[in-house]
């Protein structure tokens, strides 16, 4: 066997093994993934420093009336922009305009999951 064949082979594997680990994930992991991707390029720069009035990541408090308010509302104020009632503002996309309508929705799931009591 070439070199080259061995290699090519190898190669063969090694992405059909990186394909099937993913291939079996489940898709509520791979969206809280992209979620928490999204949170750290973005959100964290609000909801990971209090001074800013933003509701904390994990802080179930803060997040209950929110998230009581549905997910609809949360999509709503997170994508188009949002003036809470003590002049806090949350800017649309997290003033981030390249971010996808989708990104936006994983990154609330994941703030909002993120709030919630571990389950057992």
């Known amino acids: 066997m070439t070199m080259f064949l061995r290699k090519s082979l190898g190669l063969a594997v090694a992405l059909l093994g ?3 680990a993913h291939a079996g994930r489940p898709p ?3 969206g809280f993934e992209r979620g928490r991707a999204v949170w750290l390029g973005t959100c964290q720069l ?5 001074a800013t009035g933003a509701p904390q990541l994990g802080d179930a408090a803060a997040w209950a009336p929110r998230a009581a308010q549905g997910k609809a509302v949360l999509y709503q104020h997170a994508l188009e922009g ?3 009632p003590l002049g806090d503002e949350m800017p649309a996309r ?3 305009p390249a971010l996808s309508d ?5 990154a ?5 999951r993120a709030a919630q009591p571990v389950k057992p």
């Open 18 to 20: 990186a394909a099937s």
């Open 28 to 30: 509520e992991l791979a």
């Open 46 to 50: 609000c909801h990971a420093e209090p």
């Open 82 to 84: 949002f003036m809470g």
């Open 94 to 96: 997290g003033a981030n």
């Open 102 to 106: 989708d990104e936006v929705k994983a």
């Open 108 to 112: 609330v799931d994941y703030m909002v």
